[in-house]
């Protein structure tokens, strides 16, 4: 696996839509965080995951928006992640043979990012660890971006009505410059956990 984290165009392309429907000056923030501006000529591109962190966090800061990663079109699936990753995915006959599917295919859209499932009593988590630690600037938009998305397949095997019991999140609580619970609806949110989850009744994985 590489120690330098890369991602595909289609993960900054989500933050990109959402931002310049604000009128952000995109643009400007490509140029500081070192990423091209004409990115989306090459939709199927690599590019440098910290320099992507960098933008959102950047942007996030000067655009006041610290929930830039909740804004629901960020975590769209269409525009949000590659085809090689979302197809075979959504694709799977179940929710549980989706979410085993998706350890194995995500370094198509991002290396070095973990996923796994988990048990936990009645429940289960859907967890993940997004490259490079949460100290470095972006963590928060970006696992709750990635939180997203797990949430919207969910949501396309279970009916767009789901609601998760429980979100963990690996970012830091001096670091959400929101109200994680309000944010979410009123579901419990845990932060500074070892990992971010999506928690679930059990039984919704037949």
Same mark, same amino acid.
């Given at each position: 696996m590489s120690t330098? +984290?890369?991602?595909?165009? *289609?993960? =900054?392309? !989500?933050?990109?839509?959402? =931002?310049?429907?604000?009128g952000?000056?995109? %643009?400007?923030?490509?140029? /500081? @965080? /070192?990423? *091209?501006?004409?990115?989306?000529?090459? +939709? %199927?591109?690599?590019? &440098?995951?910290?320099? =992507?962190?960098?933008?959102t966090a950047d942007m996030a800061a000067r655009e006041g928006v610290p929930e830039l990663g909740l804004i629901p079109s960020a975590s769209g699936l269409d525009r949000g992640l590659c085809k090689a990753f979302l197809a075979p995915v959504l694709s799977a006959p179940t929710l549980f043979r989706a979410l085993q599917a998706i350890p194995s295919l995500a !370094?198509?859209?991002?290396t070095n990012i973990r996923f796994w499932l988990e048990p936990a009593g009645t429940q289960v988590r859907a967890c993940l660890l997004l490259p490079l630690p949460p100290e470095v600037p972006g963590y928060v938009v970006g696992?709750? /971006?990635? =939180?997203?998305? #797990?949430?919207? #397949?969910?949501?396309?095997?279970?009916?767009q009505d789901?609601? +998760?019991? /429980?979100?963990?999140? &690996?970012s830091r609580a001096r670091d959400l410059h929101f109200k994680p619970e309000r944010a979410y609806g009123g579901v419990p949110v845990r932060t500074d956990q070892p990992y971010? @989850? #999506?928690?679930? +009744?059990?039984?919704?994985?037949?």
């Open positions: 330098f +984290p890369i991602t595909k165009t *289609p993960t =900054l392309a !989500s933050y990109v839509s959402v =931002l310049r429907t604000m952000a000056p995109v %643009d400007a923030g490509l140029r /500081r @965080a /070192r990423l *091209p501006t004409l990115f989306e000529e090459i +939709p %199927d591109a690599w590019i &440098a995951y910290e320099r =992507l962190r960098n933008f !370094s198509r859209q991002t696992e709750t /971006r990635t =939180l997203g998305l #797990i949430r919207n #397949i969910i949501r396309e095997y279970v009916g789901f609601v +998760p019991t /429980r979100l963990l999140l &690996a971010g @989850a #999506i928690e679930f +009744p059990r039984a919704l994985l037949s």
